[in-house]
């Protein structure tokens, strides 16, 4: 794929992203976002317990959206919606008046190999584009089995001029997710924006 066709690609994807959201969003100040919400377990379950809470999930792989709109649906949730989308086109096309007030990473791919750490997705420039996303206060999840990516999120956080860990914080709502039935551990970590 060439660089051209790439950013060309990139660039409806974000237009088309900033439809979707204009219209879904429309009159909106804040949201609750998961990245990599996989079957929606989590954020349906969420959203249902939050009615007060505007929630977006977004996930690369269509059939994990589609199942979690299923949940959506079922549960006939008015505070949710599903998106297939990748999380930097999101960033980018999310409308500027609307902020993330949470933000929940939940088993993401924790790319082991060490040629691959490239690919995960927390690193100086993520983190920075979450926090021009958000608002002081706002709150940003991080859970995993992998102790390396456990490790590694805390350092990219530490290192972080506006990220600060939270020691000690209960995680906030517990619903297993299609990945955590399968996986022996959970890591937590919970950190704020500062101003
Ligand atoms: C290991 S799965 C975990 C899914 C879910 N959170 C769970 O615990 O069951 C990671 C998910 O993140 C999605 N993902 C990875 N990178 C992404 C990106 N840049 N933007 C959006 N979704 C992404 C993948 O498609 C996958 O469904």
Redo the contacts with the bound molecule.
């Keep these: 794929m060439g660089k051209e066709w790439a950013d060309a690609r990139r660039a409806a994807n974000v237009a088309r992203l900033g439809e979707t959201l204009a219209t879904a969003l429309a009159g909106r100040m804040g949201i609750t976002f998961e ?5 929606g ?2 954020l349906a379950a969420y959203a249902a317990a939050h009615p007060d809470e505007f929630c977006v999930g ?4 269509t059939h ?1 959206v589609e199942r979690s709109v299923r949940k959506q649906t079922l549960g006939k949730l008015d505070n949710v919606i599903f998106l297939k ?4 086109e999101f960033l980018e096309a999310l409308p500027p008046a609307i902020l993330l007030r949470k933000i929940f990473i ?4 924790p790319w082991p190999k060490k040629k691959h750490h490239k690919n995960r ?1 927390i690193n100086a420039e993520n983190l920075d584009l979450l926090a021009r996303r958000s608002a002081a206060g706002t709150r940003l999840h991080f859970r995993t089995d992998d102790a390396d990516y456990f490790t590694w999120t805390n350092d990219f956080l530490a290192t972080h001029a506006r990220w600060q860990v939270v020691p000690g914080i209960e995680w906030p709502f517990e619903q297993k ?4 039935e399968r996986m022996k551990d959970k890591r937590d970590v919970i950190a704020d924006l500062a101003e």
């Design positions: 990245l990599g919400c996989g079957h377990h989590w977004i996930d690369l792989i994990r989308a990748e999380a930097t939940l088993y993401p791919d997705f997710t299609f990945f955590e």
